[in-house]
């Protein structure tokens, strides 16, 4: 709940301030926040091409109003399956074509809205679907193949979520250079009275204060957000890939399915019995 999450800390570290009867407006340092923000700005950047850049402020509403994967959705990805390969064990692997090459009219997909909508997840199936319909592969070489369809998603994904944790990393040190530049600053009043010279030592350690919350308050779980979701998206890419993993190995529908059952991760997985009868009602 990161929307929440940001109250929680805004308002614990201000109202954990206040309560020691801090000064709030004293917080308040806005040419502080120019060399930091700025700063963390630039350096963002120089360490990212532009796409990256562009991917990751399209990026941003995803770590507020994101969703994880619910159990459903991996429920969705079993069934689909599962009678994509009783079609093609009663039918014969030809009758998938029509499914694999054109996904948005297939009216087996259009069962479940939850993978059209994951265009990452309805490319890779119909792709593999397309490559299990050729017939042209050995299970280990398709197994290797989908391999580095997800060995490439799962680098893709992290692209954006590290080149926020980069950032994070530079905030107290850039913190530390804003304060840094304060005492310099305070430095020429040496000869002002004691209320003067705090106030502007105040000032410089708001920098320390400012990069050590933007980095450890915000940015870092920011970044942990978006691998989070990245990770969700390979989890289900490899869910669906055990199904068609063991399929290409001989196995019949069922047992392929329990075999990406146990790839589902534990908070999502459906019971053994519940499958069934969800399998069950897919067949009728």
């Avoid at 407006?25 to 806005?30: D, E, I, K, M, S």
């Avoid at 580095?148 to 905030?171: A, F, K, Q, R, Y």
């Avoid at 004691?194 to 000032?203: H, K």
């Avoid at 053994?272 to 009728?284: N, T």
């Amino acid at each position: 709940m990161p929307p929440i999450g940001v109250i929680v800390v805004i308002g614990c570290v201000i109202g954990g301030y206040m309560w020691h009867h801090g000064v709030l407006g004293l917080l308040w340092q806005p040419n502080e926040v120019l060399i930091i923000c700025g700063a963390a700005f630039g350096s963002f950047l120089i360490a990212n091409p532009m796409s990256l850049i562009k991917e990751t402020f399209k990026s941003i509403p995803k770590i507020f109003f994101g969703k994880e994967l619910k159990k459903q959705q991996f429920v969705d990805v079993l069934l689909l399956l599962f009678e994509f390969l009783s079609i093609a064990r009663r039918e014969g692997m030809l009758a998938l074509e029509e499914h694999a090459n054109k996904p948005d009219s297939s009216a087996i997909f259009a069962k479940y809205p939850s993978i059209l909508a994951n265009h990452h997840l309805k490319d890779f199936l119909a792709d593999n679907l397309k490559v299990f319909v050729s017939g042209n592969i050995e299970p280990v070489e398709f197994e290797n193949l989908m391999d580095i369809d997800t060995d490439v998603h799962e680098h893709h994904g992290m692209l954006i979520p590290n080149s926020l944790t980069t950032v994070s990393d530079s905030l107290p040190g850039l913190g530390i250079v804003a304060a840094v530049l304060g005492i310099i600053t305070t430095m020429r009043l040496m000869t002002e009275p004691p209320e003067v010279l705090g106030a502007s030592v105040g000032a410089a350690l708001c920098g320390t204060f400012l990069g050590l919350l933007l980095s450890y308050g915000y940015m870092a779980p920011m970044a942990k957000t978006l691998e989070n979701q990245a990770g969700d998206q390979i989890n289900i890419l490899k869910v669906a890939k055990a199904v068609l993993v063991a399929f290409s190995k001989g196995l019949p529908p069922v047992m392929a399915i329990e075999f990406a059952r146990r790839a589902v991760p534990s908070n999502c997985r459906p019971g053994y019995e519940e499958l069934e009868e969800l399998l069950k009602s897919v067949k009728k």
